[in-house]
């Protein structure tokens, strides 16, 4: 066994149990700070939070938004921003799998690139997956479209020719957006619109092959069944089919 693995694991076992979890299967934002933690081979225990149900820890630890994740590190104040977390982990744990670029204008486009995708494209796609109306549904695709068209020239820039946002292995941009791959599987059949799209975006579509045939992104995205429920929730609190539209 290498020296450094052996080195990393004995890290891990002290840091086992000081680092807790606080999540939701399913939940994109989760899902890439299990990401995180597991590249950079750090135990944590994990607690499912009921989103219905909401546990005192969850309204204790985020008061303001109330939403997973949170992260617990030791006596340390609870964590909370996926986005956040992920520059922490990075931080008090460099030397495994370095996420951010050394380079700080690279490191600047990168949190504006998984800013840009937290605040507009996120919610675009959310809305475009339930919304009723026809022609929002026309406008949502045209964004998103050029969303993505957006996003495959970031990745041309940022990739440098290498097969990942990170380069040759994956990085940050890598974790907070590969998190999203499992709703990219929800693709025309399902909704009409292939936001990554062979013809459109041929590096990205490429990029999302080679997500998925990475082993440690193929051990946290959720399964198919889980972002069916998941979708499902999200339609169900939509008010019925038939209800009167209020304006
Ligand atoms: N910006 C937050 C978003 C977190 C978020 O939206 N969490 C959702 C689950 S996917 C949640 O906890 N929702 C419960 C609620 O809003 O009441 C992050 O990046 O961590
Ligand atoms: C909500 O959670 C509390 C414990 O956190 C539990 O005692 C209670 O039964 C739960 N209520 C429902 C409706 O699940
Ligand atoms: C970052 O990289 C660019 C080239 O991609 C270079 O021009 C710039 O000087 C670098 N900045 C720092 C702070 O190293
Ligand atoms: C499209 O969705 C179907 C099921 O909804 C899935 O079997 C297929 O692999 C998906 N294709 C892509 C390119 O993700």
């Not at 690139?113 to 919610?123: N, Q, V």
């Not at 490429?206 to 990475?214: A, D, L």
Request: glycine share 4%; proline share 5%; with cysteine.
């Amino acid at each position: 066994m290498h020296p450094y693995t052996i080195i990393f694991q004995i890290i891990s076992m002290a840091q086992k149990c000081e680092m807790k979890l606080l999540g939701t299967h399913g939940s994109v934002f989760v899902t890439r700070v299990k990401f995180a933690l597991k590249l950079k081979c750090i135990e944590y225990e994990y607690v499912e939070e009921d989103l219905c149900n909401k546990s005192e820890l969850l309204l204790t630890s985020n008061p303001v938004f109330q939403q997973v994740p949170v992260l617990f590190h030791a006596n340390e104040h609870p964590m909370i921003e996926s986005l956040v977390i992920l520059e922490y982990l990075d931080e008090i744990q460099p030397d495994v799998h370095p996420l951010l670029p050394s380079n700080a204008s690279d490191r600047a486009q990168c949190r504006i690139l998984a800013y840009t995708y937290d605040t507009l494209y996120h919610p675009w796609t959310k809305e475009f997956m339930i919304t009723r109306d026809k022609r929002r549904k026309e406008e949502l695709k045209k964004l998103l479209i050029e969303g993505s068209l957006m996003l495959e020239e970031a990745f041309v820039k940022l990739s440098k020719g290498k097969t990942f946002f990170g380069g040759d292995d994956i990085g940050y941009l890598d974790v907070a957006l590969g998190s999203f791959i499992g709703w990219f599987k929800f693709n025309g059949s399902v909704f009409g619109l292939n936001v990554i799209d062979e013809a459109r975006t041929p590096r990205l579509t490429e990029w999302v092959k080679c997500m998925w045939s990475h082993e440690v992104a193929r051990s946290i995205i959720p399964s198919h069944e889980i972002h069916m429920d998941f979708l499902n929730m999200l339609q169900s609190q939509l008010p019925p089919m038939h209800a009167p539209v209020s304006t």
